[in-house]
Nanobody, 118 residues
Framework: VQLQASGGGLVQPGGSLRLACAAS????????MGWYRQGPGKQRELVAT???????IYADSVKGRFTCSIDNVKKTVYLQMDNLRPEDTAVYFC?????????????WGQGTLVTVSS
């Protein structure tokens, strides 16, 4: 199983970015997908997660600004980030809790850098 993230980049404060993360490999079902981030000098933290049924959890710091969605057919999770702030600058990591024909396991993507700066 592999997770391929895309969509990071440089954006000005108040701007928007959309991240995507696609899971590939021998996957029977998607249980949970989501995003974590690690800012400079900080620990990795939860940003948002979503179940295959669409139930979402957001960090308080991003509520009302970020929207997490999932396409179960494409096995892809998206993170629409609006009204970005400098403190959102971080490497964003995709996470997926997936079931294969053999087991249920968690997987991490390689990370994509988001920089919010004027």
């Amino acid at each position: 199983v592999q997770l391929q993230a895309s969509g990071g980049g440089l954006v000005q404060p108040g701007g928007s970015l959309r991240l995507a993360c696609a899971a590939s490999g021998t996957i029977r079902s998607v249980e949970v997908m989501g995003w974590y981030r690690q800012g400079p000098g900080k620990q990795r933290e939860l940003v948002a997660t979503i179940t295959s049924g669409g139930f979402t959890i957001y960090a308080d710091s991003v509520k009302g600004r970020f929207t997490c969605s999932i396409d179960n057919v494409k096995k892809t999770v998206y993170l629409q980030m609006d009204n970005l702030r400098p403190e959102d600058t971080a490497v964003y990591f995709c996470y997926a809790d997936l079931t294969s024909p053999w087991s249920r396991s968690g997987y991490w993507g390689q990370g994509t850098l988001v920089t919010v700066s004027s």
